[in-house]
């Protein structure tokens, strides 16, 4: 059954000689693979250039429920985007948050809201000029809500521990397990959730700050997601940064 749907691009991968497969994360289902093929001439209904990491795209789908794969018959970008595939800084950063979802999120059926935050984030971080060094860092934490183990802020004080596994602050360090921070990186992380896109340059953090930052977020999806990985280009975007 042919349908319209938005999709927010994640990866691409060259299937064969004739077709690609686009994961994407849509407005209606969710999480789901598409089958595009590989443009023949300028006027073909759908070019391969659209598939560009966090790229919104309109198309039409002959989707099939049960099908793990989707044939898409016509596509077209929702947002050109102004800056994002051309900023070297912001480029990098699409491709680490691309890689992100696509490791993080595995949920197939509609979920609105979701789709919604990361339209929204995507768009801001293109029409954004300048201060948003700390954009990822911002992003990932308030995803964390989406997936369901946003930290809980009740009751924290300074000098508290941040419990990465249990997904709390505590004031006295965890015996049963290593995977806390120390109070000095807790009150960083506690500053990080206060954040939003509009405020976030108003909160000073240098470049190891950032990073160590960035690895500790990592580690925490790291536990609370079933196989999800160091990122290869989690390096990149701190040494970008640096």
């Known amino acids: 059954m042919l349908q319209k ?14 077709y690609y497969i686009v994961e994407m994360y849509t407005d209606l289902a969710g999480r789901a693979s598409f089958l595009v093929p590989v443009p023949r001439s300028r006027k073909a209904s759908v070019k391969s250039a659209l598939f560009q990491p966090l790229a919104f795209i309109e198309c039409e789908v002959d989707y099939r429920p049960k099908a793990s794969l989707h044939r898409i018959k016509e596509a077209k970008s929702m947002h050109p985007f102004a800056t994002l595939p051309y900023d ?98 807790a009150a960083h992380i506690r500053q990080l959730m206060r954040m939003n896109y509009d405020t976030m340059h108003l909160f000073g953090m240098s470049r190891v700050e950032r990073a160590r930052c960035l690895t500790i977020m990592n580690d925490y999806y790291r536990l609370h997601l079933p196989d999800f990985p160091v990122l290869k280009s989690l390096e990149v975007l701190q040494e970008l940064f640096d």
């Open 88 to 185: 070297p800084y912001k480029s990098s950063i699409a491709f680490f948050l691309a890689e992100f979802l696509y490791r993080a999120i595995r949920e197939e059926g509609e979920n609105r809201p979701l789709f919604a935050y990361l339209q929204h984030s995507i768009v801001w971080l293109d029409e954004c000029r300048e201060s948003y060094a700390n954009f990822h860092l911002v992003f990932l934490m308030r995803l964390s809500r989406f997936l369901g183990f946003y930290p809980n802020l009740e009751e924290y004080h300074a000098g508290d521990y941040f419990d990465l596994l249990n997904a709390c602050f505590t004031p006295t360090r965890p015996t049963l397990h290593a995977s806390f921070v120390q109070p000095d990186e």
């Open 5 to 18: 749907t938005q999709g927010i691009v994640l990866h691409t991968l060259k299937y064969s000689d004739t």
